[in-house]
Structure formats: C-alpha cells, structure tokens
C-alpha cells in the first residue's frame, strides 16, 4: 500500500469548502469560454444537429417543417447549442478540475490515474456522443418523423427537437462513461467486480429494455446496435474495476 499522500489531507473542512469553490469558478470560466467561442459557431452547429432529419422522407420532401413558435426561440436555442458545444470542447479542462480536487485524497500510487481519468473519460463522451449521432439518431429520427407516412403533414419546433437531441447525445455520452464511473465506484469501495459479476444477467435485461425505449424501432438489428456496445461496456466495466481493486492486475492475470 503507497504512502498517503499529506498535501492538503489533514486541512479543516473549510479548508477543503475552499479548494471545492476555486475547482467550481475555475471549472465554469472554462465552460463559459468553450461556450463563448461555441456561440460564434451556432450556425454551424444547428446544421449539424438537423442532420439526422435528412434520413426523413417527409423532411426531404418539404411536408416537415422546423419552426420557431416563441419570439425568444431562436435565441434561447442558440444559447442551448452554445452552452453545451461549450461543455464538450471543455469537459477535459472541468474534468482535470475534478481530479483536481479529488487527488489530495488518493494515494500516491493512485494518482498516476490522473492522465488516464482526464483523458478515458472525455474520450468516452465523445465516443458515446458519436455513436449516438452517426447510429442512433439516423435511425430515430426519422422513423418518429415517418411514423404515419405522408398521412400527417406539418411543423415542428425547433427548441423542442434541439433539445431531443442534444439530451440523446448526452445521454450516450454518459452511458458511455460506464467503464470510468466503475473505476471511481470501485476506488471510493461502492462496488466490486464480483458485485457487477453476479448482477451481469440482471443488467443484461436491463440492458435491453434500456434499448428498446432508446430504439422505438421494431428492427431487431437496431435494437442490437443499441443494446451490444452497452453491454460489451458493462464487461468492459468489470475488469476496469478488477483492475481498480487493490493487487486487481494480479487477481485478473490469475483467471
């Protein structure tokens, strides 16, 4: 077991209120510049986010348009888009925050986690986010748009389908993000491998019904597409935490 790191461990709550209130205003004038320099982008950025409605049949057609219903719309819409393109050039920087933060806590031998944690987990996101626009949503979308076929002609508004969309793709980034939560579960002693391991049928339903609410489709290939990478991400999440577990690379090397 290493030596316990001493910077700051034995500092008095406030002391730690402090470090935790620097990490929060560093952490949001990071987000506040990302979102800044995302605003000069929101165009660009609402193009991008209207792709997956150019798999419609409807939209390609013109019998679907996107509208704004409230004078504030279009505004209130370009701040969401910049807002959240802002957190995502930034979430390395607020991630760094948080290690930040948690580091003088850990062991010596654990803080070498702190490039990998930094890096794993904006890489996930964004992996996550990915999967979710190039696989997801080309799928959706446009299978909610069609779903009574030319029978229903009309207007949708754009503040609710930017939202749609950017809450999917945070959702997967998030899910994505499943190997790292089980490193940090594992470390503060939340779960364990053999916790995960004897939970993998449940989680595996779980899963499922987790990808057929995601994929409203009746295809049973995109429904696998969904529910495949979520569960090669929960095995993916036990040996992380074997891995995470005290001497866990000698335990894994034994199986």
Request: glycine fraction near 8%; charge should be positive.
């Amino acid at each position: 077991m290493g030596k316990l790191v001493t910077n700051h461990a034995e500092a008095p709550l406030l002391d730690h209120l402090e470090d935790l209130r620097k990490r929060l205003i560093i952490a949001v004038l990071f987000w506040l510049a990302g979102t800044s320099f995302a605003w000069f982008y929101r165009t660009e950025l609402l193009e991008w986010l209207k792709r997956p409605l150019t798999f419609s049949e409807l939209y390609n057609a013109g019998k679907l348009q996107l509208v704004s219903q409230q004078l504030t719309d279009q505004l209130i819409m370009s701040f969401l888009i910049a807002m959240w393109g802002g957190l995502a050039l930034t979430l390395p920087f607020i991630l760094h925050q948080v290690w930040l933060f948690v580091a003088p806590g850990l062991y010596a031998h654990e803080r070498r986690w702190a490039a990998p944690f930094v890096l794993g987990a904006g890489f996930s996101f964004i992996i996550g986010a990915a999967f979710c626009y190039f696989v997801i949503l080309p799928q959706m979308v446009p299978f909610l748009v069609d779903f009574l076929g030319g029978a229903v002609n009309g207007v949708y508004p754009i503040a609710t389908y930017i939202s749609q969309v950017v809450t999917f793709l945070v959702a997967f980034g998030i899910i994505f993000e499943l190997p790292i939560l089980s490193f940090v579960l594992t470390k503060i002693g939340i779960v364990n491998a053999g916790m995960m391991g004897r939970v993998r049928r449940p989680a595996g339903i779980v899963i499922l019904i987790v990808a057929a609410v995601i994929t409203p489709t009746t295809d049973p290939i995109n429904l696998m597409l969904v529910a495949v990478p979520i569960y090669v991400l929960y095995e993916l999440g036990i040996i992380v935490s074997r891995l995470a577990a005290p001497r866990g690379r000698a335990a894994l090397a034994q199986e």
